[in-house]
């Protein structure tokens, strides 16, 4: 899997991502911490759409930020390459409304 392919998804990434805002979030009120927690956040978001073996990421998870940072940092730790699934996209028709193969039971 290459890293620039956008079409995959980690929904193990994404809830890391998740924790990692909403810790981002509930630390804010002290600033110093913001120095650390915001690029660890990006971080973990650039994993959802890319894999890219990550613990030492996970670490800095747990380290550094609270318990949902920790739980975001197991998550990350866990996130291998076979919990990327493909996305699939649903086209429109020319009138808006998808197509649908239906078939009658004569």
Aim: hydrophobic share 45%.
């Amino acid at each position: 899997m290459t890293e620039s392919s956008k079409n995959v998804y980690s929904p193990t990434a994404n809830a890391a991502y998740v924790l990692m805002v909403i810790a981002t979030v509930l630390t804010s009120w002290m600033i110093i911490t913001m120095a650390w927690t915001i690029p660890i956040t990006l971080a973990t978001k650039r994993l959802v759409n890319s894999y890219k073996p990550a613990p030492l990421l996970g670490v800095c998870c747990i380290l550094f930020t609270f318990f949902l940072g920790a739980i975001a940092g197991i998550l990350i730790i866990c996130n291998n390459e076979n919990s990327y699934q493909e996305i699939k996209y649903i086209t429109p028709n020319v009138n808006g409304k998808t197509t649908q193969k239906v078939e009658a039971n004569a």
